[in-house]
């Protein structure tokens, strides 16, 4: 049989994984994203965290480790990190679980409690990130909530650490209010903004058409962390949000 040219065999490659990925969305959008469930007196703010190990007892349960609020894993000025190297730190995220109000992952690619239940609690000690928690941690962003610093932080995948933002944080701050991040046109965002709405973020790999895009997210319990393709962009309830002082 004739070989395929490399060329054509890599836009190949790239068409059968948007096909497949696009078959296994469908049947999960019949589910939708699931919803936050309770968060056991967990605030986001400038002065408390959303910890699940935060305990010594916990603690003993997991790898992860658990920093004090004022930890600095040593930062950069802003205009000091890519779009580019951002996505790598996204592509570690690729294949790991999730777990609400999480921040840590142990990078072998797998859920080590898929569907735990209670479902969507920081109760289960589960491991991965949440959507908001990745978007924080790709875009290091301070772990104090409006800092009024565009500064990038470089928190490790093994330290469990959510950041100070849940999705509306996100979606409704602004550099005015000391934020690094703003609402941005849903029509400009390219790769390493996000699409944001009440209840859940995504961040943007690249465009495929109009109405879809191929993002990275920490979707839910029942699917992990990972890539898809997402249909956001048309509704209504997302917006765009853009990380400032990219280098």
Known sequence: MKAIPTASAALFAVAALLFATQ???????????????????????ANSKCWV?????????TSCQVLDINADPGHSGPNSVTRSAA???ANIAV????????????????????????????????????????????????NRA???????????RSTYDHGPYDTTAFKYSSSGNGAPHVKYGKSSIIM??????????????????????FVWEALGEAYGTNEWIESYRP?????????????
């Open 23 to 45: 078959a296994g969305a469908g049947s999960r959008r019949s589910q939708d994203v699931p919803g936050w469930g309770n968060p056991g007196g967990c605030y986001y703010g």
């Open 53 to 61: 190990y935060s305990h010594a007892a916990d603690q003993g349960r």
């Open 87 to 89: 996505s790598e730190i």
């Open 95 to 142: 294949g790991e679980g999730y777990q609400w109000a999480g921040g840590c992952y142990d990078n072998n690619d797998r859920d080590a409690t898929p569907n735990a239940s209670p479902r969507e609690t920081k109760s289960t000690l589960g491991e991965g990130p949440d959507c908001s928690g990745l978007v924080w941690r790709v875009w290091r962003e301070s």
């Open 146 to 156: 409006y800092p009024g610093d565009n500064s990038f932080f470089f928190w490790q």
């Open 192 to 213: 390493m903004d996000a699409l944001a709405s009440d209840t859940h973020i995504a961040l943007e790999e690249f465009r495929i058409d109009s109405g879809s895009d």
């Open 235 to 247: 509704q209504s309830r997302f917006s765009g949000v853009r990380r400032l002082a990219w280098g």
